[in-house]
């Protein structure tokens, strides 16, 4: 690959002059190869002479010469004879280009092959048609750019097509025939001659009928299967390097940037990219040479395919634009363009052109069998990313949206949580104070009322102080009948709520005097074993219950005896089931119950409000999130650019 910053014009003039630095020969002409302005600049360079000759052509005639002409002379000829040195053929520094230029003033030779005609320029080289005069045949031949002065990695590299192709028997594969050297020390390839145009020449008409493109890549991928079970991967399949001949067959050339096993790791090492940017994969994008594989000419296979289908490449702009899509855009789905592109060939296509290697067809028999499979109108093997490969895909190539998405989300799903606990914690406490002080205020009540009874004298009133004051008058309740008869009326009033005394061992005339479930019951005894004479406020026992979904506070505190009252329970005539009872036994408990669904339900009402808030919160978040990530995306295409 080339940089694309355009050289100086002083450095084009003094390569057209062979001037120029030798290591610097190749990657001037792969730029020349992909720039039409520069060329155009250095076609106007080959025309033109260097100082020495426009100095010796004023000489035919007599003529004054400054001092500053002479010195400017002199250099000129210190330069033309240093560069002899190293020029001492008929073939200039850039060979390819030499012949070529020859070729159009007349027939031009080459070791025993007539050059008929320039094919065009690959790699590391012209292409030739030639007559081979030996063996009587056409061929193809390819001659090294640096010509005589190339370095030995130049030659190196210009060889390892012969080395690659040589292996290769494959009709869709364009044969090697032979190498060779010429006296001048340029080397040549001398290959089959394909009559025909390549790709990209067929590209230039249009867009390929679907089924027909599907046919050629098939079988590019049979060759290139051929190929990779001989340990060769191309790393460079393009357009340009696939010829069509007459009967519209397929066949890959170029073979220079091709990888044959893990010694020629020295020559692509990590960092170095190799390929053209538009075709090349991901792994190759990023330098990853030990990485690239046969999954890489599965990627390049499907962007041919992807261009015959639309016409278009999948990414467009310079060579850092375009390593930077490859590396992290999505190409838009073919069908997006062309709706008369088959869906199954559409997920072929991406398919072969996954980011990830692991999720690419895994060789290019899988992508030939699935190819043969929508030819046949089968089913195909291949499947549409689904929508959690998507995300997990944009995941992997946006980490900082990701990340505070993730934070968005489990900030707000802990907060949501966390304000729901709370805001149950406070209800259960705010019912528990309301108890206690309910609990509090029929206490106080009770012991008002006993006190106010207890200074009655019988002797000197007719108000009877019973239980069944109700049915005698005049009369008053007595005070345990008091607190009672005062439960079930607030009990009545207040819907939901319960208040009621009960004890172990109640009145005989009470109904339901007793406990009424389990849990009264093991209340009660907890109160016996806790509470004690003396305690300056009563022994609580509470626990938090749902009934039929409906989550209530079940509060129990406890009825001492009092001194005044041993004499009315112990008693021979009373009526109390125990006869025993002592100043400070638990004589029963007060039970108030208390329904909590009112207070929940006011308080998700105030929490729905905070929710709104933090999910606008998280949405602005969201949103400031992913324009961070589209301007940093532009900023770095820019900086590309």
Not at 114 to 125: A, T, V
Not at 240 to 252: E, G, P, Q, T, W
Not at 331 to 353: G, S, Y
Request: hydrophobic fraction near 40%.
């Amino acid at each position: 690959m080339t940089d694309n910053v355009c050289p100086p014009s002083e450095q084009l003039r003094e390569m057209a002059l062979g001037l120029g630095d030798s290591s610097q020969l190749e990657s001037l002409a792969l730029h020349l190869e992909n720039c039409p302005a520069c060329q155009r600049l250095f076609e106007q360079f080959d025309n033109s002479s260097d100082p020495l000759i426009r100095h010796l052509g004023r000489l035919q005639t007599p003529v004054e010469i400054s001092e500053a002409e002479c010195e400017s002379l002199a250099q000129a000829v210190i330069s033309a004879t240093s560069q002899s040195m190293y020029r001492n053929t008929r073939v200039a520094t850039d060979a390819g280009r030499d012949l070529a230029r020859r070729l159009l003033e007349g027939g031009v030779t080459l070791d025993r092959f007539e050059l008929r005609s320039e094919l065009g320029i690959g790699s590391f080289g012209y292409v030739f048609c030639a007559w081979d005069p030996r063996l009587e045949r056409v061929v193809a031949l390819k001659v090294q750019r640096a010509g005589n002065l190339a370095s030995a990695e130049e030659v190196e590299r210009f060889l390892r097509e012969a080395r690659s192709a040589a292996q290769l028997k494959h009709p869709g594969i364009v044969s090697l025939y032979e190498s060779g050297q010429t006296d001048d020390n340029v080397w040549y390839l001398v290959s089959e001659y394909i009559d025909g145009m390549t790709l990209e020449e067929q590209l230039k008409q249009g867009a390929i009928p679907p089924h027909e493109a599907a046919g050629i890549v098939l079988e590019l991928a049979d060759a290139l299967q051929y190929a990779h079970e001989q340990g060769v991967i191309h790393r460079d399949i393009k357009p340009s390097n696939i010829i069509l001949d007459r009967k519209h067959r397929a066949h890959i050339m170029d073979f220079g940037l091709a990888k044959r096993d893990s010694a020629e790791i020295t020559m692509t090492s990590d960092g170095r990219v190799v390929g053209t940017p538009a075709y090349m994969s991901p792994e190759q994008a990023a330098g990853s040479s030990r990485l690239v594989d046969a999954r890489s000419d599965v990627y390049s296979l499907g962007v041919v395919l992807y261009e015959m289908l639309t016409g278009e490449r999948p990414f467009h702009g310079n060579r850092r634009l375009l390593l930077l899509q490859v590396l992290e855009d999505d190409p838009r789905p073919p069908r997006a363009m062309n709706w008369m592109i088959p869906r199954d060939l559409e997920i072929i296509c991406l398919k072969a052109m996954s980011k990830s290697p692991s999720r690419r067809y895994q060789t290019c028999r899988e992508l030939a069998d699935d190819l043969q499979r929508f030819s046949r109108g089968k089913p195909i093997l291949a499947r549409p990313m689904g929508y959690a490969e998507r995300v997990l895909r944009w995941s992997y190539r946006y980490p900082l949206a990701v990340g505070v998405l993730m934070a968005v989300i489990v900030g707000s799903i802990s907060g949501m949580w966390y304000l729901s606990s709370l805001s149950e914690f406070f209800v259960r406490l705010t019912a528990l104070e309301s108890a206690r002080l309910e609990s509090k205020m029929l206490d106080e009540v009770w012991r008002f009322y006993s006190d106010e009874i207890s200074d009655i004298d019988p002797r000197v009133t007719t108000v009877a102080i019973t239980e069944n004051y109700k049915n005698v008058h005049p009369a008053l309740p007595l005070p345990a009948t008091f607190a009672i008869d005062l439960g079930e009326r607030i009990s009545r009033r207040n819907s939901g709520m319960e208040v009621r005394v009960f004890s172990r061992f109640p009145w005989p005339t009470r109904k339901d005097g007793g406990p009424q479930s389990d849990l009264d019951l093991e209340a009660l005894l907890w109160l016996e074993e806790h509470a004690k004479p003396g305690d300056e406020s009563s022994t609580e026992f509470s626990r938090f219950v749902t009934d039929d979904g409906r989550r209530k506070l079940l509060f129990y505190s406890s009825r001492l005896m009092e001194k005044s009252c041993l004499g009315c329970h112990n008693h021979p005539d009373s009526r109390s089931p125990k006869k025993d009872w002592k100043v400070g036994d638990v004589v029963g408990a007060l039970k108030i119950v208390r329904p909590l669904e009112r207070e929940m339900d006011n308080t998700q009402s105030a929490l729905r409000g905070a929710f709104l808030i933090m999910g606008l919160i998280s949405f602005s978040l969201l949103a400031i999130s992913a324009g961070v990530t589209v301007i940093a995306q532009r900023r770095r295409k820019g900086g590309a650019e």
